[in-house]
């Protein structure tokens, strides 16, 4: 058994397809067939039954799996270790973040870290923020950039640790000239002018689609102000969303720091929101409790930390006694 048969056995399993596997792990398919029947006949038993719907697994197939994936873990986390002690000449850091973090994110951080670690390889698995929590809980990920929910919903995934950099508010976009807006007052503080979310029960919404965190905080916003407003459309897209309501088919809720991605195309008006409503969510990076993190992974997580955390609590952050146990680091240090 080795580690290339234990990462093919579990692809044919994910895509249910000896031929899609084999274009996901860019091999042929019969070379892909005859590692299986490989497999299958030094085992004794067969691992998948072809059914109408694709290759599932059998109860042997199921624990070679699990049994797989412990052991792609554990050869992972070696490889981790190896690299700390060859002094980082090779090795591998994967994060986990959303599409629109990732513009806004890795332009910065990235060719920083390509500098001091240029033979560092950074893998970036693009996923919603909850397959995020997913993978980084079944230890594919080393780290997350994620955003979490606020109260009442505000726990991570189980097997998960989130250390928080800051809070995002969400604005509420209305085209221009919004006759519902025209009051907004301007709070001290504040970068928009804030509007009464009242006025707006019965405007027409456009939102991102339902089972996304955005949307999820929308509902909890409106939820909060007790209003039940149209949705005239819904969209996976939360620009596509912001565009609609700058052109004046609704109004949206829209993250703030997603303004400065695409803010300067369809520029809409922005008005902050009455905060007892907890109209905003936390920015964070998200862990995997039993982890192991490299110091490539650490020093990349400082300069996230440097660079994006709250001023007043980035140095807080980083000293927090969690950061010592979360890199199993012999003193808690960080070099």
């Not at 927090?320 to 890199?327: D, I, Q, R």
């Amino acid at each position: 058994m080795t580690d290339k048969e234990l990462l093919y056995i579990r692809t044919v399993a994910e895509e249910r397809s000896v031929s899609k596997a084999a274009q996901k792990l860019f091999i042929t398919q019969p070379s892909l067939s005859q590692c299986i029947q490989r497999i299958e006949s030094a085992l004794g038993t067969r691992l998948f039954t072809r059914t109408s719907s694709g290759l599932i697994l059998t109860y042997a197939g199921e624990r070679y799996c699990q049994i797989a994936g412990e052991i792609l873990r554990i050869y992972s986390d070696y490889e981790l270790e190896v690299s700390d002690i060859n002094n980082l000449k090779k090795g591998r850091v994967t994060i986990g973040i959303t599409t629109y973090l990732a513009t806004y994110f890795l332009p910065v951080i990235l060719p920083a870290f390509h500098r001091n670690y240029p033979h560092i390889e950074v893998y970036v698995l693009e996923e919603t923020s909850t397959q995020l929590e997913k993978d980084l809980a079944s230890g594919q990920l080393d780290f997350a950039l994620a955003h979490l929910s606020p109260p009442p919903e505000d726990l991570p995934a189980s097997g998960v640790t989130f250390l928080p950099l800051h809070q995002d508010p969400f604005v509420l976009t209305a085209p221009p000239g919004h006759p519902l807006c025209r009051d907004a007052i301007r709070y001290p503080g504040e970068e928009f002018p804030r509007v009464d979310l009242m006025r707006f029960a019965q405007e027409p919404f456009v939102m991102v689609t339902r089972g996304q965190r955005i949307r999820k905080i929308s509902d909890m916003i409106l939820g909060r102000a007790q209003l039940n407003p149209p949705i005239v459309l819904s969209t996976k897209s939360f620009e596509t969303a912001r565009r609609l309501a700058a052109r004046g088919m609704g109004v949206t809720f829209t993250p703030r720091q997603y303004l400065d991605i695409f803010g300067s195309q369809d520029p809409g008006e922005y008005y902050c929101i009455d905060p007892s409503y907890n109209p905003y969510w936390t920015l964070g990076i998200a862990v995997p409790k039993n982890g192991y993190l490299s110091r490539a992974a650490r020093s990349l997580i400082e300069q996230i930390c440097q660079r994006f955390a709250e001023p007043s609590s980035a140095s807080k952050l980083l000293a927090h006694p969690s950061w010592e146990t979360l890199f199993h680091d012999e003193g808690g240090t960080s070099g």
